[in-house]
T-cell receptor
Framework: DQQVKQNSPSLSVQEGRISILNCDYT??????FLWYKKYPAEGPTFLIS?????DKNEDGRFTVFLNKSAKHLSLHIVPSQPGDSAVYFC????????????FGKGTLLTVNP | GAVVSQHPSRVICKSGTSVKIECRSL??????MFWYRQFPKQSLMLMAT?????????EQGVEKDKFLINHASLTLSTLTVTSAHPEDSSFYIC????????????FGPGTRLTVT
């Protein structure tokens, strides 16, 4: 049973436009969320995070929105750049001090020049 | 900063043999290290969590006698796949938590294991 779902396996956008990556979760105990970016043959790298007490967090071109009632979060990238092309993983935290990350399957973003 | 390395990046072994994968935090001390497994087009599945000097905590369904984890120091954790079988072929990724930034794990580049 997947507790973190990224229902779009892939997304293609034009350079300069907005990329919106979505993530849904089912476990109401999740209280912190992270987005990771992964290039082929490399490990995931941290991008941005959000606590469940907030509904928005912004860092440069990246903004994460959290809708707790809908158990939904999204990552907005604007403007999108070709170098943003990668697999994006949504991850959720549970467990407090002995925490663990639960990952979605990822969405492959392709930004076309 | 916050670099995690893994060695080897790729390994091919025969059924029945054991393989050791190393995970090192290069520029920080990792209070906790994690081992994940990723199947093609699937999410990263947590296998176990290890803290330096103590026994690893394994996720449900992960055989601790098959996947031996040793976290001997604050910068090194090893995963040994014992008596490997073809179904153990996968991409194994480690991560480390410095304990500084909330829940932010730093990932290694992964190890592609193929068991023939």
């Amino acid at each position: 049973d997947q507790q973190v779902k990224q229902n779009s396996p892939s997304l293609s956008v034009q350079e300069g436009r907005i990329s919106i990556l979505n993530c849904d979760y089912t476990n109401s105990m999740f209280d912190y969320f992270l987005w990771y970016k992964k290039y082929p043959a490399e490990g995931p790298t941290f991008l941005i995070s959000i606590s469940s007490i907030k509904d928005k967090n912004e860092d440069g071109r990246f903004t994460v929105f959290l809708n707790k009632s809908a158990k939904h979060l999204s990552l907005h990238i604007v403007p999108s750049q070709p170098g943003d092309s990668a697999v994006y993983f949504c991850a959720a935290v549970s467990g407090g001090s002995n925490y663990k990350l639960t990952f979605g399957k990822g969405t492959l973003l392709t930004v076309n020049p | 900063g916050a670099v995690v390395s893994q060695h080897p990046s790729r390994v091919i072994c025969k059924s029945g043999t054991s393989v050791k994968i190393e995970c090192r935090s290069l520029d920080f001390q990792a209070t906790t290290m994690f081992w994940y497994r990723q199947f093609p087009k699937q999410s990263l599945m947590l296998m176990a969590t290890s803290n330096e000097g103590s026994k690893a905590t394994y996720e449900q369904g992960v055989e601790k006698d098959k996947f031996l984890i040793n976290h001997a120091s604050l910068t090194l954790s090893t995963l040994t796949v014992t008596s490997a079988h073809p179904e153990d072929s996968s991409f194994y990724i480690c991560s480390a938590d410095s304990g500084v930034n909330s829940y932010e794990q730093y990932f290694g580049p992964g190890t592609r294991l193929t068991v023939t």
